[in-house]
């Protein structure tokens, strides 16, 4: 069954799951993905955390300690929510030694409602390194326009970070650009370059979702003809910039100076369509150096029947410019499309932060009887 998942990491893709909660970790679930299916890091959100602690029961214990000692809902959030990422990360700690701090990941999300604002982000992403207290985590920070400076100012503190929320490639090019700036000045505040990472997760069936729902609505032929290729296309397109940026000069300098590059990272992998292959967003975005991070559903497919056949990506960005071409010729607003789906993004973790908060409030008054 793990063939397809041996061959992919084989390939240069590393797998994470995107995905956790205490239910997996004390029933030893994930111990048997990393070691069965080639698990090597794990992503978390505020809708996974949502999801976990609404249907477990593997929170109740701490949770009663917790309204014993008093503690509010935000301060519960926060110690329920970090102490599962700093078990992962113990976890996965001989694979992030393994792999000298590329692999053996766990991400964890600021609080979404500071996506709009630089500065309280930063401060967040800083409280969250140092209350983990985990060499191997990311804190996630999203790409919103607001995020860019928290981004710099945290690999600046020389914090590991993973940027999400990365639709369009303009914006991810301008995440790069956060990247090496933040270096720039991690070296200057006297940072080792080497023990920083970074990933860019650059989300992908979300694009098909909204695009192809938009050629629906126009209805010709060569607007139906469009529809699913968007997503991958778009995804080759940032490929295509990630190797323009880190052959620069500026780059070779960080470098040399003893930086990893920041990798992009396939996110939002779960087929949304029922029509297209449960595998799609895996196999066709094969090439090394990345990262594919994935619901177990997909993870599962990935194992039973993904197609791995070498480098799906490298060298495609003229083709993938034509299907961007293609789309706003049948009338398709692509800057739209992607303010679109960034704001939804946002709201959508703001919702499940406020889903978390109210269910942790509900589990807290029950404690205290």
């Keep these: 069954m793990s063939d397809n998942l041996a061959q992919l990491s084989q390939a240069g893709v590393s797998i994470w799951l ?34 976990a602690l ?29 102490t599962d990422v700093r078990n992962a990360a ?18 964890i999300e600021v609080d ?16 969250l390194w140092k209350t983990v207290d985990r060499p ?40 790069i650009e956060a990247y090496f700036a933040g270096l720039e000045q991690a070296k200057a505040n006297g940072h080792d370059l080497a023990t920083i990472e970074s990933v860019a997760s650059f989300f992908v069936s979300r694009v098909d979702s909204e695009i192809d729902k938009r050629l629906d609505a126009i209805g010709t032929d060569e607007a139906k003809a469009l529809r ?16 323009e940026l880190f052959a620069t ?20 992998t779960g087929v949304k369509d029922p029509s297209y292959s449960d595998t799609r967003y895996v196999d066709q975005l094969v090439v090394a150096g990345t990262v594919n991070t994935m619901p177990e559903k997909t993870l599962l497919a990935a194992a039973d029947h993904a197609k791995v056949e070498g480098d799906k990506v490298t060298g495609t960005g003229a083709q993938a410019q ?9 009338g398709i607003d692509i800057p739209d499309v992607f303010r679109t789906l960034e704001d939804e993004g946002v709201e959508k973790f703001d919702k499940s932060w406020a889903e978390l908060l109210e269910t942790v409030t509900g589990q807290l008054e029950k404690a205290k009887g």
């Design 18 to 51: 995107d995905d956790l909660s205490r239910e997996r970790l004390n029933s030893g679930n994930l111990a048997e993905l990393i070691r069965d299916r080639h698990v090597t890091g794990v992503t978390t959100n505020p809708t996974i955390f949502a999801n």
């Design 54 to 82: 609404a249907d477990g029961e593997s929170y109740d214990a701490q949770v009663r300690e917790l309204a014993a000692r008093g503690a509010d809902v935000h301060a519960a959030v926060r110690e329920l929510t970090t």
């Design 90 to 107: 113990d976890l996965f700690r001989d694979i992030y030694t393994r792999t000298n701090g590329v692999d053996g990941r766990v991400s």
């Design 112 to 127: 979404p409602r500071l996506a709009r604002d630089a500065d309280k982000t930063a401060a967040e992403a800083q409280d």
């Design 136 to 175: 191997n985590i990311l804190v996630k920070i999203p790409a919103t326009e607001e995020g860019l400076p928290a981004i710099t100012k945290t690999l600046a503190e020389g914090i590991s970070v993973n940027v999400t929320l990365i639709f369009s490639v303009e914006r991810y090019r301008a995440v």
């Design 228 to 243: 699913g290729e968007a997503a991958i296309a778009n995804a080759r397109l940032a490929y295509a910039a990630y190797e």
């Design 249 to 268: 000069d500026r780059w070779q300098a960080l470098a040399a100076a003893g930086a990893r590059p920041q990798r992009p990272l396939w996110a939002s």
């Design 322 to 330: 034509e299907v961007f071409d293609k789309l706003a010729a049948v």
